[in-house]
Every structure is written in structure tokens, then in C-alpha cells.
Nanobody, 120 residues
Framework: QVQLVESGGGSVQAGNSLRLSCAISGNIVSVNAFGWYRQAPGKQRELVAAITRGGSPTYADSEKGRFTISRDNAKSTLYLQMDSLKPEDTAVYYC??????????????WGQGTQVTVSS
């Protein structure tokens, strides 16, 4: 089984930056992609960014140009660099590991989430 633990969330003012981290452990031989999803109150969970084992990233249109996803295999860590944050980015951010990039499946693994709050 795969274990994912997010960290780095917090409260910031609009325009500032945050860097989220996801510590990865366990058996990841069947994992083809890693990603970040978020869920705001009253809304569905949505894709923020994802990355394949080969390092090819995918971003949601609203976040492209502001957020950057990366993975450090040596440190077994997934990152999400978030710049120019907006109040609309306020949500719980979840780390994901699964079979399909950008497509959550019931067989996927998830972290417990980290809260990001952006004030205007």
C-alpha cells in the first residue's frame, strides 16, 4: 500500500506564495501518476496538477502559469509550488497517487489533506 502525507499549508494574503509537500512511502510500482487535487466547501474535488513517472506535467487551465508540480525521487516527495495565490485558491489540498494522470479512481491512494487559506 502507498502512504501519502501532505504538509506546507497555511494562511496567506492574496499575491503571496506557498509550497506544498507530499511525503511518499510504500509500494509504488503500480503507480503511473502523482497529483494534487483540492476541494473547497460546497464544491467537488478538482484536479490542480498532475505529473507522470517520466516527469510530464498536466495543469488545470485556471492554475496554469501560477502553479508548478514537481517530484523528487531521491527524497520521495511530491511538490506543488503555488505563486500569485488568489482567494479562489482557498481549499483543502490532497496528494494523489494512481493509475491514470488527472483521473481519480477508487483504487487511487490519497493523503489526509492540508488546508490552504488565501485572504484578500
Amino acid at each position: 500500500q502507498v502512504q501519502l502525507v501532505e504538509s506546507g499549508g497555511g494562511s496567506v494574503q492574496a499575491g503571496n506564495s506557498l509550497r506544498l509537500s507530499c511525503a511518499i512511502s510504500g509500494n509504488i510500482v503500480s503507480v503511473n501518476a502523482f497529483g494534487w487535487y483540492r476541494q473547497a466547501p460546497g464544491k467537488q474535488r478538482e484536479l490542480v496538477a498532475a505529473i507522470t513517472r517520466g516527469g510530464s506535467p498536466t495543469y488545470a487551465d485556471s492554475e496554469k502559469g501560477r502553479f508548478t508540480i514537481s517530484r523528487d525521487n531521491a527524497k520521495s516527495t511530491l511538490y506543488l509550488q503555488m505563486d500569485s495565490l488568489k482567494p479562489e485558491d482557498t481549499a483543502v489540498y490532497y496528494c494523489n497517487a494512481g493509475l491514470l494522470i488527472g483521473v481519480p479512481l477508487e483504487s487511487d491512494f490519497w493523503g489526509q489533506g492540508t488546508q490552504v487559506t488565501v485572504s484578500s
